[in-house]
Nanobody, 126 residues
């Protein structure tokens, strides 16, 4: 069973940048589809970005497209989320998630992911 641990959250000024990292403990990371989700108080958990196991395919929520970049390093068992041009509405707890094998389309439904990290808080101030 894969364990995921997020890091890199914190406080940042609007317009600034922040990089989140997720470390996976387990032998299946290189074969796993990985994703980032976020949840703000009073809101449902929403899709942010996803990346395939090895082909380099990615998908992003419209709200972050052009500002966020997801990447992975299979040799280090890590997936990252570089966030640029941050806005106050990006404030949320960010979660790393994974699932075994790539589906036909990269999943944006949180129910498609089996493994989850504990989350890291991102706060954007003006």
């Amino acid at each position: 069973q894969v364990q995921l641990a997020e890091s890199g959250g914190g406080l940042v000024q609007a317009g600034g940048s922040l990089r989140l990292s997720c470390l996976a403990s387990g032998r299946t990371f290189s074969s796993s589809t990985m994703g980032w989700f976020r949840q703000a108080p009073g809101k449902e958990r929403e899709f942010v970005a996803t990346i395939s196991s090895s082909s380099g395919r990615t998908d992003y929520a419209d709200s972050v497209k052009g500002r966020f970049t997801i990447s992975r390093d299979n040799a280090k068992n890590t997936v990252s989320l570089e966030m640029n041009s941050l806005k106050s509405e990006d404030t949320a707890v960010y979660y790393c998630a994974g699932r075994l094998r790539d589906p036909r389309k990269l999943p944006v439904d949180p129910n498609s992911y089996r493994d989850w990290g504990q989350g890291t808080q991102v706060t954007v101030s003006s």
